[in-house]
């Protein structure tokens, strides 16, 4: 009577044990309005916001269980409309929705220019599920060295969509997919294999 509660308690330590690495998908915030002092999103990068949620939900085969995104310097303008405003905030307010419906509160501690501390946090991360990874395209080549790819892949300034996969142990980038956000991605799925 004693063996098989016994037995099932270490079966389910040794499967908890014997977990996959994460992978990581790196994606770059959604589309930007022409105005530099603009921080946040355009109709278009909130509805890929909200697209991300059908790309990367629950219902999806990339198991998210961590989500990153750069520190949000938040700012209150005082206008007419009293807006609350923040500057580096258009990769965290690309995630937002995704969060909400996960229940993943958004890691925030790297700021924008450290991507030391990016890539130390995907070499430590021991959470479940695979991380996703929103930041500013400008900062991924400085993510990609310091994780040991040795082939660095560019993001396209005039792309949003792309899906980087780099699986574990980090050192190359896999595949390259589109989000395929109807009415905002019009290109076939499978980019690139790298």
Not at 46 to 57: I, K, M, P
Not at 80 to 97: C, K, L, S
Request: glycine share 6%; proline share 8%; net charge negative.
């Amino acid at each position: 009577m004693f063996f098989r509660p016994a037995f099932l308690l270490l079966c389910t330590l040794a499967a908890t044990s014997a977990r996959e690495p994460p992978v990581v998908y790196l994606i770059r915030h959604g589309e930007k309005p022409a105005d530099p002092e603009d921080h946040g999103l355009t109709p278009d990068g909130w509805r890929r916001a909200e697209c991300l949620r059908r790309v990367f939900g629950a219902d999806s085969e990339y198991n998210i269980g961590h989500i990153m995104a750069p520190t949000v310097k938040w700012n209150l303008k005082l206008t007419f409309a009293n807006v609350v405003d923040g500057e580096h905030r258009r990769p965290y307010e690309t995630v937002v929705p995704l969060a909400h419906d996960l229940g993943i509160e958004i890691d925030d501690h790297c700021t924008r220019k450290d991507p030391e501390c990016v890539a130390a946090a995907i070499q430590s991360h021991d959470g479940p599920g695979n991380l996703l990874i929103s930041w500013r395209h400008s900062n991924l080549n400085t993510i990609q060295e310091l994780l040991g790819i040795e082939h660095l892949v560019d993001y396209p300034r005039d792309r949003f969509d792309l899906i980087w996969t780099i699986p574990h142990p980090y050192n190359e980038i896999t595949e390259v997919y589109s989000e395929e956000c109807p009415g905002l991605d019009v290109r076939p799925r499978l980019v690139a294999q790298l």
